[in-house]
C-alpha cells in the first residue's frame, strides 16, 4: 500500500512540475480544432494561447441559465469562460486547478471577458474537491481526468458534489490496445 | 485509460445514463503542438510506433454521464 501511494504522489509530482514547468498553452493552433470561431469570439486572447484540453465538453454540456458549474482543471479558463457565457450571472462557474498559477491566470482572463462576478477560480485537487456534497449541477473537465493516479477516487468526488440530477461533460483522451513501454512510462506522456 | 475502462469507472462510483461520443483522432503531430510532449517524447513517438499509427495515437472522446435523481450508493474509493 505505502508503495502505491508513494507511485500516486510520484505521479501528482511529475504532472504538477509538467505544468508548472510550461510557459505557454497549446495555442490557437489547437483551440481551432477544438471551438468554433463563434465560440473563440468568447474568450479572451490569453485564454485561448493557454487552452491545453483535448476536446470540447462545453459544446456537450447542454448549460443552461442558471446552473452552477465546477471546471476540474480549469488551466487559463477557456472552458469556465464560456460556461459562465451559458449559465449567466443567474449561475455560477467555479474553476479548480492544483496551481496558484493557473488559477490566477483564469482570474486575469475572467475579468477581462466580464465574468468575473460569477466565475471563481480555486486552487485545489481533483481527488480531494473543495466543495459541499451536493453543491453543483454540472461538472466539466478537459484533458484532466487521464492525469490523475487516482481516477476513481476523482470520480466518487465529482459524484459526491454534484446534486441528484447533476451531470458531468468530461473530455478526454482514450487509448485503445498497447502503448510501447518507452512512451507508456514517459513523465511527459504521462502528464501530457 | 481505455473508453470501456472509463465508462466502467463512471458506473462503478454510482453515474447512470453513461454515453461517449465525439470521437476525433488524435496523432503524433498533434501532440507536438501541445507543450507538456517535450521533443524527446515525440521523437519517441515517432520511432517507436508503427507509421500507420502515428496519425491516430489516442482519440479524443466527451463522456458524459448523470448522477441518480434519487440518492444511489456511493462506493468509497481510496
Redesign the interface.
Known amino acids: 500500500m505505502a508503495k502505491d501511494l508513494m507511485f500516486q504522489n510520484e505521479i501528482k509530482e511529475a504532472v504538477r512540475d509538467a505544468y508548472a514547468g510550461i510557459s505557454t498553452g497549446a495555442g490557437e493552433t489547437v483551440a481551432r480544432w477544438l471551438y468554433s470561431d463563434e465560440e473563440l469570439a468568447e474568450v479572451p486572447a490569453g485564454a485561448v494561447a493557454w487552452a491545453l484540453g483535448v476536446g470540447n465538453p462545453v459544446r456537450y454540456a447542454l448549460l443552461q441559465p442558471g446552473e452552477d458549474v465546477l471546471d476540474v482543471g480549469s488551466g487559463g479558463g477557456i472552458d469556465s469562460i464560456l460556461a459562465a457565457r451559458r449559465v449567466g450571472p443567474q449561475g455560477s462557474v467555479i474553476g479548480l486547478d492544483i496551481l496558484e498559477e493557473m488559477c490566477e491566470r483564469g482570474r486575469r482572463h475572467a475579468t477581462e471577458a466580464g465574468v468575473n462576478g460569477w466565475t471563481q477560480f480555486r486552487r485545489g485537487e481533483m481527488e480531494d474537491i473543495p466543495l459541499p456534497d451536493g453543491s453543483i449541477d454540472v461538472v466539466i473537465s478537459n484533458g484532466v481526468m487521464n492525469l490523475s493516479a487516482r481516477k476513481s477516487r476523482a470520480l466518487a468526488e465529482i459524484y459526491r458534489v454534484l446534486r441528484p440530477g447533476g451531470r458531468v461533460s468530461m473530455a478526454d483522451l482514450t487509448v485503445e490496445g498497447e502503448l510501447p513501454p518507452e512512451i507508456a512510462n514517459d513523465q511527459s506522456a504521462w502528464a501530457g | ?3 470501456r475502462v ?1 465508462a466502467a ?2 458506473q ?4 447512470e445514463d453513461v454515453w461517449v ?2 470521437h ?1 483522432p ?1 496523432g503524433i503531430d ?2 507536438s ?6 521533443e ?2 515525440i521523437e ?2 515517432r520511432r ?2 508503427p507509421r500507420e499509427r502515428h496519425d491516430h ?15 444511489g450508493r ?5
Do not use: I, N, Q
Open positions: 485509460m481505455a473508453e472509463f469507472k463512471l462503478g462510483v454510482g453515474f461520443g465525439g476525433r488524435s498533434e501532440a503542438h501541445y507543450p507538456l510532449f517535450t524527446e517524447v519517441l513517438m517507436t510506433l495515437v489516442a482519440t479524443g472522446v466527451v463522456v458524459k454521464a448523470r448522477k441518480p435523481r434519487t440518492r456511493t462506493k468509497r474509493t481510496t
